[in-house]
């Protein structure tokens, strides 16, 4: 597992709108209108923010899925712990919660300038 990247690195994702989801078997891809493109293929929960906490964490692969509903959506904020937990919360009151902490997956971000940045 890597050490994610400083604080600094995700406050770049604040004021980003997601323009796409995209879904493979054992992936999701969030593409934002800065042309970064966030990769993730570990545990996740997602749900309104007051309640993410409570919601069952989704695996891989997905039956079904709320994160469209992100779609034409902002970035308000994004942190990340030294674990590489990860979460953004989003402009219309939701919350993604990343659990990239096991040594068998991943999150990964495409940044715009053409440089990879594996959180964990």
């Known amino acids: 597992m890597y050490s994610p990247p400083s604080q600094k690195v995700f ?4 004021g980003q709108t997601i323009l796409a989801i995209s879904f493979g078997k054992y992936v999701f891809h969030l593409t934002m209108d800065s042309g970064d493109r966030i990769s993730v293929s570990c545990p996740f929960r997602f749900a309104k923010k007051n309640v993410v906490n409570e919601t069952p964490i989704q695996l891989f692969p ?6 469209l509903r992100v779609v034409g959506i902002t970035i308000e904020n994004s942190i990340c712990d030294q674990e590489g937990n990860f979460e953004m919360v989003f402009s219309n009151g939701d919350s993604l919660i990343v659990y990239g902490n096991d040594q068998n997956y991943e999150v990964v971000w495409s940044h715009q300038i053409g440089q990879w940045v594996k959180i964990v």
């Open 62 to 67: 997905l039956n079904s899925s709320d994160l």
């Open 11 to 14: 406050d770049l994702l604040a």
